[in-house]
């Protein structure tokens, strides 16, 4: 039963009367949609303790652990601090554009927390165009990144903006094409179907591991890279470089309008995070899910986070890209062979053959773009470490070098 | 279930509710792009008309519609917009105006061409809506195997225009040397 449903019959049973069926719907929507957005708000205080911890434990330290169990309440601490630094508006800034910007980024982020599929029935709205849907709230975050950036009236900012625009628009078409590989499969763009359609039937039993990571592992790469980079995740973090640029768009924003762009680039992680469950990673499915719905919304959220932590550990562990490397990357690596795999996908699931061979052709092809992707990648940091290192060599050296031994780990 | 106390009034219904704020979304962001002194204000109203029509789309149950404008109009061509406006006309020195001596002229012309379209709406006998489509399934699919049965000549013509777009953008991006 639909959650939805489930608190109408709710309503009417209390003694709501059949003639306000328009209120009863509304305040039933109103009452999801206040829970999802505040537990968004709620969930960016853990996220943001996760990746101190996490980051602190790769760097060898013990990270925030003074206020509350394990340092928990410390963000706490740091949204007080934040909400009571004086808030700052440049006098030449664009006052709507700089005032609308921080508010839309957050919107833009939280929305998609709308056709998320928690559990069997726990889905905000189950659109039949669902996937299309979360791609298009990425150009919220674009008219955000640009208002921010032009609305602040600084020309840093400005070219932050345009340097996050056009990463952004870059790397969405790989993640659009690698989204589209799971929807063909299923021929849907429904949440909730695609999450169902990744369960796993041996006999009556549903074991639920009929994730389509394992079929589709190549559209995996490529989304969860794309993802790293729309979520402006190491290695893709130009927005916040802090060691090498002043900051990003938001150079111009202090307390909590920083606060905001902050927070929407945590949860933006978390949520592509959980896109990709719902993609690829079998959704709420897992053992006995089936029989036991409560274990469903576990799942799902077990596996969120164990990707948001993947997420966090590559940002403690990858060195920061350039920007023209990942404009390379995304333009003469990802879109070829994205292209490429929805193409063969395509192809191959017309031709009259037997379920399984379909299938097989599809895996193959999968695993061809994931091994093309990892070597492309391993082959451009051996390039770049030897040249980093010769970098640092006496330049009377420079042609007597023999090639660096990239093995010895420093 | 209880009776009422006291007969309600007739009500607008809530997508006629829905409806009046997205219509004056629209509207304001229409005349935001005509009215304001700033270039990049026009294109921020120009967004915010996008989202109108979206919204349209939505409460006409066409939902793929209403995704893909948000997707097509927002995402790609108001940023293209913004982009070309801030990288052409010097908006990093300061405001631009977009204003110019022909209002006169535009104002006939736009009233004239307001009164065709209403002349012609109104001769339009309007089909009643026909049945629901089945959980809006059928209609990505229908439209996908139209474009490439009926409409495959329009549509590939279109491809090709984009390729030719894009060729286009290389070459006159490409350095001369």
Redesign the interface.
């Known amino acids: 039963m639909n959650w939805s449903d489930a608190l109408i019959q709710m309503q009417y049973n209390l003694?709501a009367?059949?003639?306000l069926s328009?209120l009863v719907?509304?305040i039933t929507y109103f009452v999801g949609a206040f829970i999802l957005a505040n537990a968004a708000l709620v969930l960016a205080l853990v996220l943001i303790w996760i990746t101190r911890k996490v980051i602190s434990r790769i760097q060898d330290r013990i990270g925030p652990n003074r206020l509350g169990p394990f340092g928990l309440f410390q963000t706490i601490a740091d949204a007080m601090k934040l909400l009571s630094k004086e808030d700052i508006n440049p006098t030449s800034a664009?006052t709507?554009?700089y005032q609308i910007a921080p508010v839309l980024s957050v919107v833009g982020v939280i929305m998609a927390l709308a056709v998320i599929p928690f559990g069997a029935g726990l889905i905000g709205a189950d659109?039949?165009?669902g996937v299309?849907?979360l791609?298009?709230l990425?150009?919220?975050g674009?008219?955000a990144a640009?208002?921010a950036g032009?609305g602040s009236n600084n020309?840093y900012a400005?070219l932050a903006g345009?340097r996050v625009?056009a990463q952004l628009?870059s790397y969405?078409i790989p993640m659009v094409l690698a989204m589209l590989a799971p929807v063909l499969l299923v021929?849907?763009?429904r949440m909730q179907e695609l999450a169902q359609a990744q369960s796993l039937f041996i006999g009556p039993i549903n074991l639920g591991i009929g994730w389509f990571v394992f079929l589709l592992p190549g559209a995996f790469l490529i989304y969860f890279i794309s993802a790293l980079a729309e979520g402006e995740q190491t290695p893709f973090d130009l927005l916040e470089a802090e060691s090498e640029l002043v900051a990003g768009f938001h150079i111009e924003y202090s307390g909590m309008k920083f606060a905001m762009f902050f927070l929407a680039q945590f949860l933006n992680s978390f949520f592509l995070g959980a896109i990709a469950v719902a993609l690829f990673l079998g959704g709420w499915q897992g053992p006995f899910a089936g029989q036991i719905p409560l274990l469903g919304p576990i799942y799902f959220m077990a596996k969120t986070f164990f990707i948001y932590v993947v997420i966090q550990w590559i940002k403690g562990t990858f060195p920061r890209m350039r920007v023209d490397q990942m404009m390379q990357f995304a333009w003469k690596v990802l879109v070829p062979l994205v292209l490429t795999l929805i193409l063969v996908q395509m192809v191959v699931m017309k031709l009259p053959l037997p379920g399984w061979i379909n299938s097989l052709l599809v895996l193959v092809a999968n695993i061809g773009v994931f091994i093309a992707v990892l070597n492309i990648m391993g082959s451009y940091f051996r390039r770049e470490m030897v040249r980093t290192k010769r970098s640092f060599e006496p330049k009377s050296l420079i042609g007597t070098m023999q090639p660096v031994n990239t093995s010895s780990g420093d | 279930?209880?009776e009422?106390p006291f007969p309600?009034p007739p009500l607008p219904?809530?997508q006629q509710v829905v409806f009046v704020g997205i219509a004056l979304l629209t509207v304001v962001g229409s005349l935001a792009v005509v009215l304001a002194r700033?270039l990049?204000?026009s294109a921020?109203g120009l967004?915010a008309a996008f989202f109108g029509a979206a919204g349209v789309y939505i409460i006409a149950e066409a939902?793929?519609i209403g995704?893909?404008q948000?997707?097509v109009y927002?995402?790609?061509i108001?940023?293209l917009i913004?982009?070309a406006i801030?990288l052409t006309r010097g908006?990093?020195f300061g405001a631009t105006s977009p204003r110019n001596r022909q209002s006169g002229t535009a104002a006939i012309i736009t009233s004239l061409t307001f009164i065709v379209l209403m002349a012609l709406m109104n001769g339009i006998n309007w089909p009643e809506a026909s049945e629901p489509i089945v959980?809006?399934?059928a209609?990505?699919?229908g439209l996908g195997r139209a474009f490439v049965t009926e409409y495959i000549i329009p549509f590939e013509l279109l491809a090709l225009l984009l390729l030719v777009a894009l060729a286009g953008a290389i070459v006159l991006a490409k350095d001369r040397n």
């Open positions: 003694g009367p059949q003639e328009w719907q509304g664009d709507i554009s659109l039949n165009v299309l849907y791609v298009a990425g150009s919220i674009i008219m640009l208002m032009w020309k400005l345009f625009v628009l969405e021929n849907t763009m | 279930m209880p009422l309600l219904t809530v700033n990049f204000h921020l967004v939902e793929f995704v893909s948000v997707l927002v995402g790609a108001s940023t913004t982009f801030m908006m990093m959980d809006g399934q209609i990505i699919a």
